[in-house]
C-alpha cells in the first residue's frame, strides 16, 4: 500500500475543495435564477440555505473522510459498527463520481474547443443567428465533440497521475489563482460599460416584489436548491479531500471558507454577466445558451470582444476543468483504496474507462439524438444529469447525515469529535436536533420535489 498522501498547505486544500465546488453551475446557472428571483433578495436567502443546508453537510463528508482517511470507496467500511449496510452507500458514490464524469468532460470540452473558436475569431461579423449556429453546428459533429472530450480527460488525469501535491494540488492552486484574476478583469470591464448601471442594480438591489411576484414557496425552493447542488455533496467528492488533511483545524471552519469562496465566483459570475446583458439589451437567460450564444453575441458587440470573450471562456474551462481534477482524483483514489492500485495504474484504467464512458454523452447530441430517454427534446446527458443530480446527490447526502447523527451509524460522539479537533469554528452542539431530525426531512423534500418538477411541473 502507497502511504496517503497529504495536502502541503491548507490553502491547497480550501482552493481543491472550492474548485469542485465551482462548477458550471456558478455561472450558467446562479446568475439567472438569481435574476428570475429578484437579484440581492434572492441571494440573501441562498446564502441562508447555504450556511444551514450546505455547510452541515459538508463538514458531514469531510469528517467521513478524514477520520477514515479513505475514500467514498471505504470509508463507510472503516467507520461503520460491524455487521451493518453502511458502506453500500460507497457504491453509489463511485458510480456517482463516474456519471458525473461522463457528462461534464464534453460540457470541459466545449469550453476549451470556445477558447479556441474566440482565439481564433471564429464568431468576428457573425449575425446572431450564426453565432447560435456555431454552437448548434458543434454538437452536431461528433468528431470534434469528441477530440475536445479527450483533451479534457488526457489533461485532467494528466494532471492527477503526477500525484496530489505536484499535481492536484499545485496546478489547482494556479488554475484558482488565475480564474480569479480573470473574474476580477471581467467584472471591472463589464460594470464599466455604458448602460452597465441597469444590470446592476437588477442584480444587487433587493427586489422583495419578484419574490411575492414568483410565490415565496418557488423562490425558496429555487435558493434551497442551488445551496444544495452548488456544493456537489452527497457522492463522497468532498469526503476524499478530507482524508488528505490533517487534524489542526476544525472541520465547520473549513467548510465555511469554501461555501463562502464558492458563492463568491458566483457572484463574480453575475457581475460578468448582468452588466453585460443590460448595456447591450440582451436577455440573461439560462443554460448552456448564456454561455455559448448570448454571451459570445455581447463578446462581438464589444470593443476588444475577441479578447473579453477569450478571456471569459479560458474562466470557463478553469472553472469546468478544477471539478474535472477533483473528481477524477476521487475516482482515482477509489482503485488505490479498494484494490491498492499504484497511482500510475489507477490514472492509466480509468483514463480509458472514462474515454469510452464519455462517448454516450457525446454521441447522444447527434448520431444517436433519436434517443430521448426523459421525454421528447431531452438527451442522454440529460439522464445522466438527471440521475446524478436528481438521485445520487440529495440520496446520498441523506445517507452521510444519518450515518453522522444516528447511534446506528457512525454516531454523533464520533462525527463531532472528528468535526471539531483542531482551531476554528465549532460545529453548534444545539444543531444536533436540527441535523438529525430536520435537516434530512429537508433533504428527502429536495429530493421529492425535484421529481415532482420533472415529472408532474
Same mark, same amino acid.
Given at each position: 500500500?502507497?502511504?496517503?498522501?497529504?495536502?502541503?498547505?491548507?490553502?491547497?486544500?480550501?482552493?481543491?475543495?472550492?474548485?469542485?465546488?465551482?462548477?458550471?453551475?456558478?455561472?450558467?446557472?446562479?446568475?439567472?435564477?438569481?435574476?428570475?428571483?429578484?437579484?440581492?433578495?434572492?441571494?440573501?436567502?441562498?446564502?441562508?440555505?447555504?450556511?444551514?443546508?450546505?455547510?452541515?453537510?459538508?463538514?458531514?463528508?469531510?469528517?467521513?473522510?478524514?477520520?477514515?482517511?479513505?475514500?467514498?470507496?471505504?470509508?463507510?467500511?472503516?467507520?461503520?459498527?460491524?455487521?451493518?449496510?453502511?458502506?453500500?452507500?460507497?457504491?453509489?458514490?463511485?458510480?456517482?463520481?463516474? @456519471?458525473?464524469?461522463?457528462?461534464?468532460?464534453?460540457?470541459?470540452?466545449? %469550453?476549451?474547443?470556445?477558447?479556441?473558436?474566440?482565439?481564433?475569431?471564429?464568431?468576428?461579423?457573425?449575425?446572431?443567428?450564426?453565432?447560435?449556429?456555431?454552437?448548434?453546428?458543434?454538437?452536431?459533429?461528433?468528431?470534434?465533440?469528441?477530440?475536445?472530450?479527450?483533451?479534457?480527460?488526457?489533461?485532467?488525469?494528466?494532471?492527477?497521475?503526477?500525484?496530489?501535491?505536484?499535481?492536484?494540488?499545485?496546478?489547482?492552486?494556479?488554475? %484558482?489563482?488565475?480564474?480569479?484574476?480573470?473574474?476580477?478583469?471581467?467584472?471591472?470591464?463589464?460594470?464599466? @460599460?455604458?448602460?452597465?448601471?441597469?444590470?446592476?442594480?437588477?442584480?444587487?438591489?433587493?427586489?422583495?416584489?419578484?419574490?411575492?411576484?414568483?410565490?415565496?414557496?418557488?423562490?425558496?425552493?429555487?435558493?434551497?436548491?442551488?445551496?444544495? +447542488?452548488? =456544493?456537489?455533496?452527497?457522492?463522497?467528492?468532498?469526503?476524499?479531500?478530507?482524508?488528505?488533511?490533517?487534524?489542526?483545524?476544525?472541520?465547520?471552519?473549513?467548510?465555511?471558507?469554501?461555501?463562502?469562496?464558492?458563492?463568491?465566483?458566483?457572484?463574480?459570475?453575475? =457581475?460578468?454577466?448582468?452588466?453585460?446583458?443590460?448595456?447591450?439589451?440582451?436577455?440573461?437567460?439560462?443554460?448552456?445558451?448564456?454561455?455559448?450564444?448570448?454571451?459570445?453575441?455581447?463578446?462581438?458587440?464589444?470593443?476588444?470582444?475577441?479578447?473579453?470573450?477569450?478571456?471569459?471562456?479560458? +474562466?470557463?474551462?478553469?472553472?469546468?476543468?478544477? /471539478?474535472?481534477?477533483?473528481?477524477?482524483?476521487?475516482?482515482?483514489?477509489?482503485?488505490?483504496?479498494?484494490?491498492?492500485?499504484?497511482?500510475?495504474?489507477?490514472?492509466?484504467?480509468?483514463?480509458?474507462?472514462?474515454?469510452?464512458?464519455?462517448?454516450?454523452?457525446?454521441?447522444?447530441?447527434?448520431?444517436?439524438?433519436?434517443?430521448?430517454?426523459?421525454?421528447?427534446?431531452? /438527451?442522454?446527458?440529460?439522464?445522466?444529469?438527471?440521475?446524478?443530480?436528481?438521485?445520487?446527490?440529495?440520496?446520498?447526502?441523506?445517507?452521510?447525515?444519518?450515518?453522522?447523527?444516528?447511534?446506528?451509524?457512525?454516531?454523533?460522539?464520533?462525527?463531532?469529535?472528528?468535526?471539531?479537533?483542531?482551531?476554528?469554528?465549532?460545529?453548534?452542539?444545539?444543531?444536533? +436536533?436540527?441535523?438529525?431530525?430536520?435537516?434530512?426531512?429537508?433533504?428527502?423534500?429536495?429530493?421529492?420535489?425535484?421529481?415532482?418538477?420533472?415529472?408532474?411541473?
Amino acid at each position: 500500500m502507497e502511504k496517503r498522501e497529504k495536502f502541503s498547505s491548507r490553502l491547497g486544500f480550501i482552493l481543491i475543495s472550492a474548485g469542485c465546488a465551482v462548477g458550471l453551475g456558478n455561472v450558467w446557472r446562479f446568475p439567472y435564477i438569481t435574476g428570475k428571483y429578484g437579484g440581492a433578495a434572492f441571494v440573501l436567502i441562498y446564502l441562508v440555505f447555504l450556511v444551514i443546508l450546505g455547510m452541515p453537510i459538508m463538514a458531514m463528508e469531510f469528517a467521513v473522510g478524514r477520520a477514515s482517511q479513505k475514500s467514498a470507496a471505504r470509508s463507510f467500511h472503516v467507520l461503520e459498527p460491524k455487521g451493518s449496510f453502511w458502506h453500500l452507500e460507497g457504491y453509489a458514490a463511485m458510480a456517482g463520481n463516474y @456519471l458525473l464524469m461522463m457528462f461534464y468532460t464534453t460540457v470541459g470540452g466545449w %469550453m476549451l474547443a470556445y477558447v479556441f473558436k474566440m482565439i481564433s475569431g471564429t464568431f468576428t461579423g457573425l449575425s446572431p443567428e450564426e453565432v447560435g449556429g456555431v454552437f448548434s453546428g458543434m454538437l452536431g459533429e461528433p468528431g470534434p465533440m469528441t477530440f475536445w472530450m479527450i483533451v479534457t480527460v488526457i489533461l485532467s488525469f494528466g494532471i492527477c497521475s503526477l500525484g496530489l501535491r505536484n499535481g492536484v494540488e499545485r496546478i489547482t492552486k494556479i488554475m %484558482m489563482a488565475f480564474l480569479f484574476l480573470i473574474l476580477v478583469i471581467l467584472c471591472v470591464r463589464s460594470v464599466t @460599460l455604458e448602460g452597465a448601471a441597469a444590470g446592476l442594480s437588477f442584480y444587487l438591489v433587493p427586489d422583495f416584489g419578484k419574490v411575492a411576484e414568483n410565490g415565496a414557496g418557488e423562490v425558496i425552493f429555487a435558493a434551497m436548491g442551488q445551496a444544495f +447542488f452548488t =456544493l456537489s455533496l452527497g457522492i463522497g467528492a468532498m469526503a476524499i479531500f478530507g482524508s488528505y488533511i490533517s487534524k489542526d483545524r476544525t472541520l465547520m471552519g473549513e467548510s465555511l471558507n469554501i461555501c463562502a469562496l464558492d458563492t463568491l465566483i458566483a457572484l463574480m459570475a453575475g =457581475l460578468v454577466i448582468f452588466p453585460a446583458c443590460f448595456a447591450f439589451g440582451v436577455d440573461p437567460g439560462e443554460g448552456p445558451g448564456l454561455v455559448f450564444v448570448t454571451l459570445p453575441n455581447i463578446f462581438n458587440q464589444m470593443a476588444g470582444g475577441q479578447l473579453w470573450g477569450t478571456l471569459f471562456f479560458i +474562466f470557463m474551462s478553469f472553472a469546468a476543468l478544477s /471539478t474535472v481534477i477533483a473528481v477524477f482524483e476521487n475516482i482515482i483514489s477509489f482503485a488505490i483504496d479498494l484494490w491498492g492500485w499504484s497511482r500510475k495504474k489507477a490514472v492509466l484504467v480509468n483514463l480509458i474507462l472514462i474515454l469510452v464512458l464519455s462517448m454516450p454523452c457525446v454521441l447522444g447530441f447527434n448520431l444517436w439524438s433519436g434517443f430521448a430517454p426523459l421525454g421528447a427534446g431531452s /438527451t442522454i446527458q440529460d439522464l445522466e444529469d438527471f440521475i446524478v443530480s436528481n438521485n445520487l446527490l440529495p440520496l446520498g447526502s441523506l445517507v452521510y447525515l444519518l450515518f453522522c447523527t444516528s447511534r446506528y451509524g457512525w454516531g454523533w460522539k464520533n462525527f463531532i469529535a472528528e468535526a471539531d479537533a483542531g482551531e476554528g469554528i465549532r460545529f453548534p452542539k444545539w444543531a444536533r +436536533f436540527y441535523v438529525s431530525y430536520i435537516l434530512p426531512l429537508i433533504v428527502l423534500f429536495i429530493f421529492v420535489m425535484g421529481y415532482w418538477q420533472k415529472f408532474a411541473g
